[in-house]
């Protein structure tokens, strides 16, 4: 398994739609390791493909604690079939926007229909954490940050940030 690189934005690459899976073959669950591996080493609770520069439909989530077993979850094509009205507030971060986090407003509960590693095709109800990180991560898959839902003020702020920093990284390693 591979440890992959994260884009950080504004990467243009994090702001295109991906593309739909053809197919959930060895090369797909390469990337699906791949990818699990990169979010726990981040670490993090969910990677969605487009964050590793890979324009298609997939993303991972593990909300399992330290102390508990892995508990990895691949969504292949995923669609949400089904949300509620009530909302709810997430303290959000993002690996693709480092050392930035915000309030972001979703719907409380979520159905997701989706294809999963084995390549069955799954449906299944989620709602608190795992609502918000499938809404966050499925965003990814369309180009859309978490930043994206706040106030252009706050959204500029932060992204003028992340270049200054990287500006800053790459004199400092001269
Ligand atoms: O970049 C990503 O999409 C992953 C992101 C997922 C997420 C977190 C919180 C709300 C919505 C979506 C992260 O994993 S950020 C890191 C993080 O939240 C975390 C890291 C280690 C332990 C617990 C949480
Ligand atoms: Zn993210």
Not at 73 to 85: F, K
Request: charged fraction near 30%; hydrophobic fraction near 45%.
């Amino acid at each position: 398994m591979a440890h992959l690189p994260i884009l950080v934005a504004p990467d243009p690459r994090l702001k295109l739609k991906a593309k739909a899976v053809e197919a959930v073959d060895a090369p797909l669950r390469r990337l699906m390791d791949d990818m699990l591996e990169t979010m726990y080493a981040a670490p993090g609770i969910g990677l969605a493909a487009p964050q590793v520069g890979v324009s298609k439909r997939l993303l991972v989530i593990d909300l399992a604690k330290d102390d508990e077993p892995k508990a990895p979850l691949c969504m292949v094509n995923p669609e949400l079939t089904w949300v509620s009205d009530e909302e709810n507030t997430y303290e959000e971060g993002c690996l693709s926007v480092p050392e930035h986090y915000a309030d972001v407003v979703r719907p409380a509960r979520v159905r997701v229909r989706f294809v999963d590693r084995n390549n069955e095709k799954r449906e299944i109800d989620a709602d608190g954490l795992l609502a918000t990180v499938i809404q966050h991560e499925m965003d990814h898959l369309d180009g859309v940050l978490f930043v994206d839902h706040l106030t252009s003020l706050k959204r500029n702020m932060i992204l003028r940030k992340l270049v200054k920093a990287r500006k800053t990284a790459g004199s400092d390693a001269l």
